[in-house]
């Protein structure tokens, strides 16, 4: 099994600034990718930013330029940088771990962390 463990979340002002870490532990045979989901009130899940281990990193429109996804692989951990948050940014955060196990394609996520911007 691989646990997720989020942090950094919290409640901030528009224009402010947060930071989200995620630290994977557990049964990690080969990380394919790391990133960051959302989800608001009412709102589907949505893609903020991901890394893969191999090819390009991608980013929600809404957040390209204020936003940075990074990944410390030593320590299994990816962080998220948000910038020049806005109101619309309020959502759980999800972190996300895609990791390859005996050919197949496994999907763990975090238990969510809130980020609340306020205007």
């Known amino acids: 099994q691989v646990q997720l463990a989020e942090s950094g979340g919290g409640l901030v002002q528009a224009g402010g600034s947060l930071r989200l870490s995620c630290v994977a532990s557990g049964s990690i045979f080969s990380i394919i990718a790391m990133g960051w989901y959302r989800q608001a009130p009412g709102k589907q899940r949505e893609l903020v930013a991901t890394m893969p281990t191999l090819g390009s990193t991608k980013y929600a429109d809404s957040v390209k330029g204020r936003f940075t996804i990074s990944r410390d692989n030593a320590k299994n951990t990816v962080y998220l940088q948000m910038n020049s948050l806005k109101p619309e940014d309020t959502a759980v955060y999800y972190c996300?771990?895609?990791?390859?196990?005996?050919?197949?394609?496994?999907?763990?996520w975090g238990q969510g962390t809130q980020v609340t911007v306020s205007s």
């Open positions: 996300n771990v895609k990791i390859l196990k005996r050919l197949r394609e496994y999907d763990y």
